[in-house]
């Protein structure tokens, strides 16, 4: 729940989604060495080759097919035509994680664009989300030890960082708000580790209590991420012909609640009058590194030339190749033999 993807899908995806753009929104293990946190979340995950190692699959077909070496030779020329497209392709803005990347060429310019009021205001608003998510499978029944040394192992967290509110924080409207779900989520935390106990209708009493600074501080933080995020492509804007900025497509990553409501894609996609998304303004799930995000533009590249010369339709590579002979199949059947 600490990324620095977006706020809103980073504070209210457990809460209005059932998942916020968290957790899968950075590959975990690949970034565990740059930050604690992740580290900290990746070693208490099952690994990807964990889970693969514990299932038994049944084995593919060992017979070679006639066309197999030559279906070998497309991915290869598949990946060569990628690498063409790029060799005479213009710049490109690539926003992953907290990072926004402009690549011209062989050139890069990388800046944060995550400002410390935005951490701060996110921060705070994870006291309330943490107490809800501590409670929310333990209501009306008593609470067991494990579960109220967790919430006295928070309160603890919480009652020292609250000393010390960040000084992006120190507005008075802004300070007083923190300050109010900071108090809120105390009271209740303590009123649960008193009693051993806490109703489902109390509980969502106080998410509802906590809805409006939430969202509050949610403006507040996306309006801070923005403005920042328009500085920096405002100065790349600068210093590029305009011929170039013309030319220019936009790799967003972020993970798969937030989609098209993701705030830096909504920011792109005014910026560059794109009414639909795979078009200039690319949205993919977070990227290993910065040449698999230009990997994945080029495939949209490539794909779109392909739905245009073979089927008049430069999206029809993009919902996939199947997807008309599925829906043709599937109203074929009376009724599915799982059915």
Not at 45 to 56: A, C, D, F, I, R
Not at 296 to 320: K, V
């Amino acid at each position: 729940m600490l990324g620095d993807c977006s706020f809103v899908r980073n504070l209210f995806a457990l809460v209005l989604t059932g998942s916020i753009c968290f957790a899968a929104a950075f590959d975990l293990p690949s970034r565990a060495n740059e930050c604690p946190r992740a580290k900290a979340i990746a070693d208490a995950s099952v690994s990807g080759e964990e889970l693969h190692s514990q299932t038994v699959l049944p084995k593919s077909s060992s017979k070679e097919l006639p066309f197999a070496a030559v279906n070998d030779l497309f991915r290869e020329y598949y990946a060569n035509a990628r690498n063409e497209i790029l060799e005479s392709f213009g710049p490109i803005i690539i926003a992953d994680g907290s990072v926004l990347t402009l690549v011209r060429g062989k050139e890069r310019k990388s800046e944060n664009f995550i400002p410390d009021k935005y951490t701060g205001l996110k921060e705070v608003s994870h006291v309330n989300l943490g107490t809800y998510m501590l409670l929310l499978n333990h209501c009306d029944q008593e609470i067991d030890q494990a579960s109220l040394e967790r919430l006295r192992k928070f309160k603890a967290a919480v009652e020292k960082a609250a000393q010390d509110l960040d000084s992006e924080l120190a507005d008075k409207s802004v300070k007083a708000r923190q300050l109010e779900i900071i108090s809120e989520s105390l009271k209740l935390l303590n009123s649960a580790l008193l009693t051993k106990h806490v109703s489902k209708k109390d509980l969502q009493a106080f998410a509802r209590s906590m809805a409006a600074d939430d969202l509050q501080n949610a403006y507040e933080a996306a309006s801070a991420q923005l403005r920042r995020v328009d500085e920096i492509v405002a100065g790349w804007k600068s210093s590029m012909p305009a011929e170039d900025w013309g030319r220019l497509y936009v790799v967003v990553t972020c993970s798969h609640m937030a989609k098209s409501q993701f705030s830096v894609y909504q920011y792109f996609a005014r910026l560059l009058k794109q009414d639909r998304e795979c078009d200039r303004v690319i949205l993919t799930e977070p990227a290993a590194d910065i040449e698999q995000s230009i990997n994945t533009l080029m495939t949209h590249r490539l794909d779109r030339h392909i739905g245009e010369d073979y089927f008049q339709d430069p999206w029809r590579m993009h919902r996939d190749l199947l997807s008309d002979a599925a829906a043709k199949y599937l109203k074929a059947q009376k009724k599915l033999l799982a059915e």
